[in-house]
Nanobody, 112 residues
Framework: QVRVVESGGGLVQPGGSLKLSCEVS????????LAWHRQAPGKQREWVAT???????NYRNSVKGRFTLSRDNAKSTAYLQMDNLQLEDTAIYYC??????WGQGTQVTVSS
């Protein structure tokens, strides 16, 4: 059984930072691409960033230079470092592994 568990969300002021974690079990983590998506209130879920098994990364334009996605295959965990957070980053952040496996999400709220 595959489990995907996100953590690290919270409330932060504009310009602040948060680090999200995505811990995965039940599959060969190092072989799977992993992606973060987010869904803001009243909006559709959108892709944020992806990391491949070879550590290659891609980001949506609005987070480039502010978000950094990394993975520790030994811990079956990925990390999304989010710096210089803006109001528009407020959303529930979801981790997706191997296309079909999703976590329950973690809330990120950016507010002054």
């Amino acid at each position: 059984q595959v489990r995907v568990v996100e953590s690290g969300g919270g409330l932060v002021q504009p310009g602040g930072s948060l680090k999200l974690s995505c811990e995965v079990s039940g599959l060969d983590f190092k072989m799977k691409a992993l992606a973060w998506h987010r869904q803001a209130p009243g909006k559709q879920r959108e892709w944020v960033a992806t990391i491949g098994g070879g550590q290659n990364t891609n980001y949506r334009n609005s987070v480039k230079g502010r978000f950094t996605l990394s993975r520790d295959n030994a811990k079956s965990t990925a990390y999304l470092q989010m710096d210089n957070l803006q109001l528009e980053d407020t959303a529930i952040y979801y981790c997706n592994v191997g296309v079909t496996n999703w976590g329950q999400g973690t809330q990120v709220t950016v507010s002054s």
